[in-house]
């Protein structure tokens, strides 16, 4: 198999050390998405300070941005490709030592950001996070493409997707299915298009309509490109 992971410079981290806004802001309601369904799952009411804890795994977990800016108060792991953003994570209180691939029932939470389509046998590390995860673990997908959005069924791409480095465009129908499949309970599906600091509504829509008169590649967010949802292991 080819090294795949020497595709992810240095470079590809730059704007992954908490110096984006923009995807601070995201993280913020992503950490919003989260606190909601973990509230309904222990039926407790939900507050902003509902603490996001439980022993997590972040697959792909970059810089460990993510779980810093959520404040995440479990024993966070983590799973990386690149040697120097591994580094980086593990100075932000991540462990490396153990991961969906080598545990069986030890994680309260799997969470993949942003990453199933970078995987070459992403339904293989579904099945692990399935193995990896206690009885009523939950599995996360943030910042997850959605091939079922009318911009993709149009472009057969989207504005997040880089050719080079995706092997499996999710959607939200295909995706379920999967974890259907695999044991998985689905939670929720959130597509966060109008609560997303990326978004621009009228710009959006006006881009949109040029797009398809002129057939040129989207680059701009739009309904159901994204989407986050969260399964329960059965």
Request: hydrophobic share 40%.
């Amino acid at each position: 198999m080819k090294d795949f992971g020497s595709r992810y410079t240095d470079q590809y981290f730059e704007n992954r050390l908490q110096n984006d806004e923009i995807r601070i802001s995201c993280f913020k309601q992503e950490k919003y998405f989260i606190q909601k369904q973990l509230a309904t799952i222990s039926g407790l009411p939900l507050t902003d300070d509902i603490e996001l804890n439980g022993i997590v795994c972040d697959v792909g977990c970059s810089t460990g941005e993510f779980l810093q800016a959520v404040n995440w108060s479990g024993q966070k792991f983590g799973m990386e490709i690149n040697a120097n953003a591994k580094l980086i994570a593990q100075k932000s209180g991540i462990n490396f030592e153990k991961n969906i691939l080598n545990q069986t029932g030890f994680f309260d939470v799997v969470i993949f950001r942003g990453t199933i389509q970078h995987l070459p046998e992403p339904f293989h590390y579904i099945s692990q996070a399935w193995k990896a995860l206690k009885d009523g673990g939950v599995i996360i997908f943030l910042a997850t493409p959605n091939a079922n959005s009318i911009v993709y069924k149009i472009f057969n791409t989207l504005p997040a997707l880089c050719p080079e480095l995706n092997f499996y465009i999710p959607s939200d129908i295909s995706l379920t299915n999967i974890l259907k499949n695999f044991d998985f309970k689905l939670l929720k599906i959130d597509y966060p298009y109008m609560n997303s600091p990326y978004a621009n509504f009228v710009p959006d829509h006006i881009n949109f309509v040029k797009s398809v008169i002129l057939r040129r590649e989207p680059k701009f967010p739009f309904w159901k490109n994204m989407m986050n949802l969260i399964a329960q292991k059965q």
